[in-house]
């Protein structure tokens, strides 16, 4: 891998050509395909076209628009040769992992500034431009990037889409937080329809994946076979006060926004909506319908969900990374049949909302959410104290069942990235468990919330971001990644920089790849 410690050795025209058409993917790959020539070659296995040839390249592009000074910024063409220039003359300074030292860590984020994000950065680094941050740009002037910036953190997930890759900014030597095409795993409609089809690929192999006992049967409202079968089973539910159903606004939702229970009165307007079906096909707004867990594992009588971390840490090449979170408890005890959205959905988000409505005191409010946000070891202990569990549980069995979802999921999406060497993306998965103890995959959410709604909330988040910062300046700079990493809450679910099945960590045997 060609890192920032090797950037002094190029000459200038060699490091801009590089930026357009560096890839290491070939010979990796061929190593893979003598490992596995019994194996169907697809998904992180298939042949890799350099990224800029890519049909993710040509979306890419259709979907972009550049030179509009988005985030403020003037959009320069030359700025690649500014940055390796920059490099070249001021090499950087390691400690004794590797990593470079904190002059050399200059950030560009866009989060805002009293963000836990913007902490970790400034403990950990510079932040080129303060100022220009989500909320305040309207006010400020046209600027340019800095040449010295070697990592963009934004939450902003288009700052790509307004600014060209390899020109304007994201260089050789540079790091950037948001995959391109990461919107098909994480929009909820093509989400569940690249779990069909990536299916279909185990139709002879159901015990290595069954799509519906990965996630709740769905259905897409805008597709009109699907929007069909939604209304069949609704106009012949004899029992709709029981929630069966849920729907999900399939895009650009966060904190449970468009969120509905499906109960006797919603379902009535849904049908209506849709005017019995003949709507179906015509009416383009886009929701899902999914199954609704109806025997979820309670915790002293509240239903709960987990708020877990994956990090995709490289594309190419492939590293994905699992982090431990929190649960996230329901205030109210659980009841099928209630219409209150606190008894079913488990975002915090929700819960702030609720605290703010009835003008909650400062020490309710933490009591509340303290007591919303359960830890793993906490939840460990009330398992064993029901006696539901033994032994070490979570390490046994919760965590590589989580991480073995995380693989599927980015299987199953993969060939949507952009297979771009400096990209990286830092995942809120959700998962629940049912009463048997099943583990279902809930869903995908890109630039998860990070507040310190709790003092050990902070200190998870403060840690994942601090994490995940060290780990990419590693594989930017050529560090020790596996000796950094051993120093993280970070586990390894994918390592594409190892040999055959190796790189599977123990999750997939050759037969399910």
């Given at each position: ?493 994918y390592d594409g920089r190892l040999e055959g099945m190796d790189r599977y960590q123990g999750l997939l ?5």
């Amino acid at each position: 891998m060609i890192t920032l410690k090797h950037i002094g050795s190029f000459v200038l025209t060699t490091s801009f050509i590089l930026c357009y058409l560096y890839s290491p993917t070939l010979p990796f790959q061929r190593s893979l395909f003598s490992s596995f020539s019994s194996t169907k070659i697809r998904y992180e296995n298939a042949q890799k076209l350099p990224y800029l040839l890519s049909p993710a390249w040509d979306e890419y592009l259709g979907r972009s628009t550049f030179y509009i000074n988005d985030h403020k910024i003037i959009d320069e063409d030359s700025y690649c040769k500014k940055f390796a220039e920059y490099q070249q003359n001021h090499p950087a300074n390691f400690d004794q992992l590797g990593l470079p030292n904190k002059v050399s860590r200059v950030v560009y984020s866009d989060y805002y500034s009293n963000n836990l994000v913007k902490d970790v950065i400034r403990e950990t680094g510079y932040l080129a431009l303060p100022e220009y941050t989500m909320g305040s740009l309207r006010e400020l002037p046209l600027t340019h990037l800095p040449a010295d910036i070697t990592m963009f953190f934004h939450k902003s997930m288009e700052f790509h889409l307004f600014h060209k890759i390899g020109v304007h900014f994201l260089c050789l030597g540079q790091r950037y937080n948001h995959i391109p095409g990461h919107e098909h795993m994480v929009n909820k409609d093509e989400e569940a329809q690249n779990n069909k089809n990536y299916g279909e690929y185990y139709m002879d192999r159901p015990h290595c994946f069954d799509p519906w006992k990965f996630m709740p049967y769905t259905l897409d409202l805008s597709n009109k076979e699907q929007c069909l079968e939604v209304m069949d089973f609704l106009k012949s539910d004899n029992s709709p006060d029981v929630v069966k159903w849920i729907k999900k606004k399939a895009r650009g939702s966060h904190n449970a926004e468009g969120v509905e229970i499906l109960n006797r009165k919603t379902i009535s307007k849904l049908i209506e909506n849709y005017n019995n079906g003949e709507l179906c096909g015509i009416k383009e707004e886009k929701y899902i319908v999914q199954k609704y867990i109806p025997d979820p594992l309670l915790v002293k009588g509240r239903k709960f969900d987990f708020r877990v971390y994956m990090l995709i840490a490289s594309l190419d090449p492939l590293i994905i990374l699992y982090h431990d979170g929190f649960l996230r408890v329901s205030m109210n005890t659980y009841d099928q049949t209630s219409t209150e959205s606190n008894v079913h959905i488990t975002n915090t988000a929700l819960v702030k909302e609720y605290l703010d409505k009835i003008n909650a005191s400062e020490d309710q409010y933490e009591e509340v959410m303290k007591d919303q946000m359960w830890t793993f070891q906490q939840f460990l202990s009330y398992m064993q104290e029901q006696g539901i569990v033994e032994g070490d549980w979570i390490n046994d069995y919760v965590r590589p069942t989580m991480k073995l979802k995380m693989l599927h999921l980015v299987r199953m999406n993969i060939e949507k990235f952009l297979w771009h060497p400096g990209v990286f993306e830092l995942y809120g998965v959700d998962f629940m468990f049912d009463s048997k103890l099943h583990l279902w995959f809930l869903e995908v959410n890109r630039s998860p919330a990070m507040m310190a709604t709790t003092e050990e909330k902070g200190r998870i988040q403060s840690k994942l971001i601090k994490d995940t910062l060290d780990l990419e300046y590693a594989l930017n700079y050529g560090a020790d990644f596996d000796k950094i990493l051993a120093g993280t809450g970070f586990l390894k679910v994918y390592d594409g920089r190892l040999e055959g099945m190796d790189r599977y960590q123990g999750l997939l045997t050759e037969e399910c790849i």
